[in-house]
């Protein structure tokens, strides 16, 4: 996903390239999910004869001044992309057109031809960028709505400090926050935390000041590495976790040392175990929770526990606290002619398909295939059906001695 260096990128070689020319022809995608607010054929006449001024950027999103109102503006999305014709511009994972590809792209969304024969196009693959055509963009959302740059504006060590202490969210959470800091997006959110070795779910106002300095430093290093060599991935620095971040879990390590994968700010989250630690109340939490899950596991040795602490930390507390919830209730509605023994039935069944899913998952953070959801649903009904069977002959064997007490015979059916 293009983050502020690419984004940056494009800027830079739409400045270097395109300023002060004419635009002699246009051509807009007639595709209202990505061109909003506006008919393709009014776009175009929007922009025949006028001159590109300048380029500007506020985190995520492009803008073109021209030489008059309304203005284009661009804002990324998942693989939104500047090509300009025979000018190397960074190009990164999901950009969709290749030297050899038709040009203009299919995936062109926005087209100009200038008057000095140099053609620029905006290309998305996936369809989830957003072009515009407005008079203010600084004036109206997204634009309006983005907090300070994280290039262009950052703060100083003592309002970033200052801020942080008044946050009770995850870090990484925070940082993905646009309207916190503009410009941070996954990968730069993953590689911020771990060269400043914060865990991505330290809650914010829990950092030192020497951990909110560390992390400001950060930030300002990565982003201008990162735009220093125009977004170029293959310039970044060899001891970066951005080289394995998008590799599979065992597989992925950094200067020798495993990178684990969590769900943070509700993204995959890439961090280093061994020197991002949870800290404070958050870290008792978290190593309270699998440990919780574990006393269930049945010959389950430390280790595994121990990499579930760190695997697990913060993914879906709110679902093992309701499935701790499902397992103690039959305790409450228990059957009284089964005086305790049915209700045990069923959270034993419970605990089984529990280790079933623990099994299924470990380590595997791209979640279970739907065959194998079918598998443990056909599980749990063949644990259901013996549990139920195993019930019926119960309360029928603790029959028998209920009416023997009262010094009565069984009276038998008569065929």
Known sequence: MPELPEVEAARRAIEENCLGKKIKRAIIANDSKVIEGVSSVDFESALLGKTIVSAHRKGKNLWLHLDSPPFPSFQFGMAGAIYIKGVAVTKYKRSAVKDNDEWPSKYSKFFVELDDGLELSFTDKRRFARVRLLKDPTSVPP???????ALFEPMTINEFTDSLSKKKIGIKALLLDQSYISGIGNWIADEVLYQARI???????????????????????VIEKAVEVGADSSQFPSNWIFHSREKKPGKAFVDGKKIDFINAGGRTSAYVPELQKL????????????????????????????????????????????ESTKITKPK????????????????????????????????????????????????????????????VKTVKTSKRPVSSQDGKKPKRASS
């Open 332 to 391: 409450k509605g228990g059957n009284p002619r089964g005086r305790g023994r049915k209700p045990p039935m069923k959270r034993k069944a419970k605990e089984s398909d529990d280790d079933d899913d623990d099994d299924d998952s470990g380590g595997n953070n791209d979640g279970s295939s739907e065959e194998d959801d079918e598998d443990l649903t056909e599980k749990d009904r063949k644990v259901k059906t013996n549990t139920s069977n195993k019930q």
């Open 199 to 221: 865990h991505p779910l330290q809650i914010c106002s829990s950092l030192s000041k020497e951990n909110c300095a560390t992390l400001h430093n950060c930030i300002k290093e």
């Open 279 to 322: 800290s404070g109340t958050v870290a008792t939490k978290a190593a309270g929770k699998p440990r919780k899950q574990a006393s269930k596991k049945k010959g389950g040795d430390e280790a595994e526990d121990n990499d579930d602490d760190e695997d697990g930390v913060g993914d879906e507390p709110t679902n093992e606290e309701e």
């Open 143 to 149: 634009i309006s709505e983005l907090g300070p740059d």
